[in-house]
């Protein structure tokens, strides 16, 4: 059973930094692309970044390109998003998602989601 445990969320000012965390339990070993994506109050869940399974490619949204930073430890089946400079539109709760094909068959599993808000 495979399950996704983000944390390191919380309340930040404009300009600030987080770093966000997502544990990946259950894993048979690291094929899985792994991303992030968010949800804000009234708007659809958006992609954010995306990593592969080696971590070798890398992509972003325009809205945080530059600003945030997604990594892989698969020693540890762990992702980081380092997000920097941050806005009060990143408000949002970010979810870690996993995914992955196999002879033909998609696997994905989402985690519970960790509330970002950027504000005064």
């Known amino acids: 059973q495979v399950q996704l445990v983000e944390s390191g969320g919380g309340l930040v000012q404009p300009g600030g930094s987080l770093r966000l965390s997502c544990a990946a339990s259950?894993?048979?070993?690291?094929?899985?692309?792994m991303r992030w994506y968010r949800q804000a109050p009234g708007k659809e869940r958006e992609l954010v970044a995306s990593?592969?399974?080696?971590?070798?490619?890398?992509g972003y949204a325009d809205s945080v390109k530059g600003r945030f930073t997604l990594s892989r430890d698969n020693a540890k089946n762990t992702v980081y998003l380092q997000m920097n400079s941050l806005k009060p539109e990143d408000t949002a709760i970010y979810y870690c998602?996993?995914?992955?094909?196999?002879?033909?068959?998609?696997?994905?599993?989402w985690g519970q989601g960790t509330q970002v808000t950027v504000s005064a």
């Open positions: 998602y996993a995914d992955r094909w196999v002879l033909g068959s998609h696997y994905d599993y």
């Open positions: 259950g894993f048979t070993d690291s094929s899985y692309t």
């Open positions: 990593i592969t399974s080696a971590g070798i490619n890398t």
